[in-house]
């Protein structure tokens, strides 16, 4: 069964950072690509971000490309996003996916196999 929860969420000033944390349960030796999403009160969700099973691949919204960066430790089946310089525009409920083509990097829903709960941000001065 698979299980992905998120956490490191909170409340930051505009410009300030937060790093936010996936952690990914699978079958053993699953290769998989993980993605964040985000959901901003009143808009649809949008893709922030994306890495490859070995973690040399990424994707980044041009909204956050040069302040989100994203990572992953596939022994202890975590992927994380650091994000710095941050925007109230950036208030969301972030989510983390895990799709099991280890390639994926876009957006695309039919990729996303696997969701998480979701944790809130808030960028508020």
């Known amino acids: 069964q698979w299980q992905l929860v998120e956490s490191g969420g909170g409340l930051v000033e505009p410009g300030g950072s937060l790093k936010l944390s996936c952690t990914v349960s699978?079958?053993?030796?699953?290769?998989?690509?993980v993605a964040w999403f985000r959901r901003a009160p009143g808009k649809e969700r949008e893709g922030v971000s994306s890495?490859?099973?070995?973690?040399?691949?990424?994707n980044y919204a041009d909204a956050v490309k040069g302040r989100f960066t994203i990572s992953r430790n596939n022994v202890e089946h975590t992927v994380s996003l650091q994000m710095d310089r941050l925007k109230v525009e950036d208030t969301a409920v972030y989510y983390c996916a895990a799709s099991r083509d280890p390639w994926v990097l876009d957006f695309w829903s039919f990729h996303w196999d696997y969701w998480g709960q979701g944790t809130q941000v808030s960028v508020s001065s």
């Open positions: 890495i490859s099973d070995n973690g040399h691949g990424t």
């Open positions: 699978s079958r053993p030796s699953e290769r998989y690509s």
